[in-house]
């Protein structure tokens, strides 16, 4: 299992990278986002990755952070939903909104992705509900993982965990903070997210 790479950018497109690690190239396909992440060909980085093997192939794909690589896997266990299906999602979506959309069950939001139809996204929204609230309601963020070294929390994630101390549902909270712009600060949110709870 290949957990990351760390190597020089040989090639980058929309939707593939070529790492170069100790003189060998890897060839991950990566969701639009990740590829506009990493730096220009020449430089180094850093991918999470995730490999799958099946009887007729080996495919790497790769993320530029690991909340990413924690998003794709999580919703690759969904049934019907694909590598090709998740790299869609990443591409327009980043794994904080996947986890809002999902413990607030706005399944409209996964049809953004190409390729994802109305069904999909409702069985995505609906199987997702409860693995990503537990996270947000604890404050950890993107799949309640608590890494070693935890990156800061993400405002989004800081306020469903305040939503839900004072007693809203996960879900509730959820809801009403995906209402809200995600690049204000925390304080911020937790107001207008109040107000629309308390309109509700």
């Known amino acids: 299992m290949i957990y990351c790479l760390t190597g020089k950018v040989l090639k980058k497109t929309l939707d593939t990278v070529v790492i170069s690690c100790a003189g060998v190239g890897y060839l991950a396909q990566v969701p639009l986002s990740t590829a506009e992440a990493l730096p220009a060909p020449g430089k180094e980085a850093t991918l999470y990755t995730v490999m799958s093997v099946s009887e007729n192939d080996v495919s790497l794909y790769g993320f530029a952070t690991e ?3 924690a998003c794709f896997k999580m919703l690759t266990g969904v049934s019907g939903v694909g590598p090709k299906a998740a790299l869609a999602i990443l591409s327009v979506m980043s794994p904080e909104k996947v986890a809002l959309a999902a413990s607030s069950g706005d399944h409209k939001a996964f049809t953004a992705a190409n390729g994802v139809g109305p069904k999909l ?5 609906l199987e997702l509900k409860d693995k990503v609230g537990k996270g947000l309601a604890a404050g950890t963020g993107f799949a309640g993982n608590v890494s070693a070294a ?3 929390q993400s405002a989004p994630a800081q306020a469903v965990a305040a939503l839900v101390s ?5 879900s509730d909270a959820a809801a009403a903070v995906a209402r809200v712009d ?3 600060p925390v304080q911020d949110i937790i107001k207008i997210a109040l107000r629309g709870l308390s309109r509700a």
């Open 182 to 184: 995600d690049t204000l």
């Open 166 to 170: 004072l007693g809203y549902s996960t």
């Open 67 to 69: 909340d990413q690589r």
């Open 121 to 125: 996204a409702q069985r995505i929204a």
């Open 150 to 152: 935890p990156a800061p």
